[in-house]
């Protein structure tokens, strides 16, 4: 690389798609996929990439990858794993807030080494807001420390993020274009940036133990619902309380009841399940009998349960063993819901409707002119505009619904949850990981040999599992890859590596190049996002490294790790997601943000040329 690299057509050509997708990326008036796939078809059309590897990308390893990795998420998501996570975290931290995050983000950032970030933030906005809700933890104090954990745990494993996984792919084709005598380069396995993310994991960790409270603001939290919306009916409605397995004794005088005759006892709590025999369900109907051995899911606080029970005969357990599928928050819960100026429910009360036996969905309360009705309303006559408070699986709210009769107006999860499929899912989850982990398979074949099993096993429907896929950060990255290529083929990242090193000097020392490699890196991702920074800079790292006689790995490792290392931006996926639940402001992003992107980069640098 000694000798002077002279400036050709094509590289200006590549300089200039670069230029061009930065600067569209940058004003945002175009979307960035498709922006991307404008940069392929002039690519091809320029001639910078042969016709036969202009649509290479979609089929490429990286593709794959990431797809599998969505659809294996998505799987774990349909089986509520996350719900009963929350509930753990719950318990584990006992309340109090230091644990709480600390716990959630642990969590939160180990299982970003195998899933896609932004899928992960998805995932856990829920579950974040479960656990302010029952612990009135602000939202706000929770989202930031839970974001910056995907982000680090995502240099866990190769197949933690996005750049990673591209990061393969591109060396590979870096090596059609080394100079003669280099050595060639070859891909990391799953797990060799473990040391890296560990660091980097538990720093982040570290950082929100010791500064997090005086660094994260109150916020304004914007809610998420269904999870956040416990609070909400408890205030408006006075629906509170726990649930409850209430089972009927031989000397109960419930035994010969109709759920319809136990609920206007005294005291009565909300009846929302029943199991007799094998057959357990929510929304008894009214005229549902009670008998020995029959259990009841019983919603109130402790306190009024134990009289109940105690008045009847009942044992009482607080752990759902009969129940625990049926009110799983990922598949039932309360909703509120209108009753529009149409309805066929206009004149008719609950007990003409039979709301439990036709559509399984148990009225709770009735809110008219803001006055709130909960006792005696089986005999209430419904009128247009009440405010209708259900408690239902969401499947059968969402099937009732369509009837137009009622129109639901609380957020609720669509599509089927199937905890029963939970072991399924965890054991392919197991399988995607032991394939890539011990057996010669590549990681692509190993995680989409454990979404096919998703699908084979029920967790997942085919229709599912390509909604599960965002086509957006698919066509992204498959559409940029050839960019990077023509980085390299067209020797535009040797000119820009050979420009710089002139202008620096030659004899700064290795790691101030990395440092400026990884710094470059960063910048490119808050512009162009982290896979354009990644396509870009690898290219040119290598070059760099090259020319300096440093390790191309290394260089190329740097890269990929410091293309994620944005915590200022929403351009950040991850924090796009999370900045408008919680009420995030740009000036509490550089307020935490500037220091966790110094750390990280330092704990790239150190670590990268201790491992490597």
């Not at 797809?67 to 509520?80: K, N, V």
């Not at 891909?187 to 960790?205: H, K, Y």
């Not at 619902?225 to 109960?252: C, D, H, M, N, Q």
Request: proline share 5%; with cysteine; glycine share 8%.
């Amino acid at each position: 690389m000694n000798a002077s690299i002279a400036l050709t057509t094509d590289m200006l050509l590549v300089l200039g798609l670069v230029g061009f997708t930065m600067a569209m990326f940058l004003l945002d008036r175009v979307r960035a996929d498709l922006v991307a796939l404008a940069v392929l078809i002039a690519l091809g059309l320029l001639g910078l990439v042969p016709a036969s590897q202009v649509f290479a990308g979609f089929s490429g390893n990286a593709v794959i990858s990431v797809i599998a990795t969505m659809i294996l998420g998505a799987g774990l998501d349909r089986t509520g794993m996350l719900d009963r996570l929350a509930m753990l975290l719950l318990r584990a931290s006992r309340g109090l807030e230091e644990r709480l995050i600390l716990y959630t983000s642990a969590v939160a950032g180990a299982m970003s080494s195998v899933m896609q970030n932004p899928s992960v933030a998805t995932l856990f906005l829920p579950v974040a807001s479960r656990l302010s809700a029952r612990t009135a933890l602000p939202l706000s104090r929770i989202l930031l420390p839970v974001g910056a954990a995907i982000v680090m745990g995502g240099g866990l494993t190769m197949v933690g993020n996005s750049p990673l996984i591209l990061l393969n792919d591109l060396l590979l084709a870096a090596n059609r274009n080394l100079p003669p005598g280099a050595s060639t380069l070859q891909p990391f396995t799953i797990f060799a940036p473990l040391p890296i993310g560990l660091a980097l994991l538990l720093g982040g960790l570290l950082f929100f133990r010791l500064f997090g409270r005086k660094l994260l603001t109150e916020g304004s939290d914007k809610g998420v619902v269904p999870a956040r919306t416990e609070r909400y009916f408890a205030e408006t409605y006075g629906i509170k309380g726990e649930v409850f397995e209430l089972t009927v004794t031989s000397e109960s005088p419930l035994v010969g009841m109709s759920v319809g005759e136990a609920e206007t006892q005294y005291g009565a709590p909300l009846l929302l399940a029943i199991k007799t025999g094998n057959e357990a369900r929510l929304a008894p109907p009214a005229d549902t009998m009670i008998w020995v051995g029959t259990v009841l899911g019983a919603m109130a606080s402790r306190d009024e349960i134990n009289d109940y029970a105690q008045n009847n005969l009942l044992r009482v357990s607080t752990r759902l063993r009969h129940f625990a599928d049926l009110f799983n928050p990922s598949r039932a819960g309360i909703s509120e819901a209108v009753v529009p100026p149409n309805s066929r429910f206009i004149g008719k009360a609950q007990a003409d409707l039979q709301l439990r036996k036709r559509f399984g969905i148990s009225l709770l309360a009735i809110n008219r002119d803001g006055q709130i009705w909960r006792e005696d309303i089986r005999r209430m006559t419904m009128k247009a505009g009440d405010l209708l408070v259900f408690h239902s699986i969401w499947t059968d709210l969402a099937q009732a619904a369509e009837k137009r009769d009622f129109v639901v107006v609380t957020d609720f999860p669509k599509a089927e949850q199937r905890p029963q499929k939970l072991w399924h899912a965890l054991a392919m989850f197991a399988l995607a990981l032991g394939l890539a982990l011990l057996t010669g398979i590549s990681v692509p074949l190993a995680l989409m040999a454990g979404a096919v099993g998703m699908l084979m096993l029920g967790v997942l429907n085919m229709d599912e599992a390509y909604q599960a896929i965002n086509w957006k950060t698919v066509f992204l990255m498959a559409c940029l890859i050839p960019l990077g290529w023509a980085m390299d083929g067209t020797g535009t990242a040797a000119w820009i590596a050979q420009q710089t090193l002139s202008r620096l000097g030659s004899d700064l020392p290795v790691w101030a190049l990395e440092a400026a490699v990884g710094l470059l890196t960063i910048a490119f991702g808050l512009v162009i996002s982290h896979v354009g920074a990644t396509v870009v800079m690898v290219p040119v790292a290598i070059s760099f490294a090259l020319a300096v006689g440093g390790d191309p790995a290394v260089f190329a490792l740097i890269v990929a790790l410091s293309a994620s290392n944005n915590f200022l931006s929403s351009s950040n996926p991850v924090l796009s997601v999370i900045m408008g639940p919680a009420g995030y402001r740009q000036a509490d992003l550089y307020r935490v943000g500037l220091p966790l992107t110094l750390g990280y980069l330092i704990v790239v640098l150190l670590v990268v040329n201790l491992m490597l």
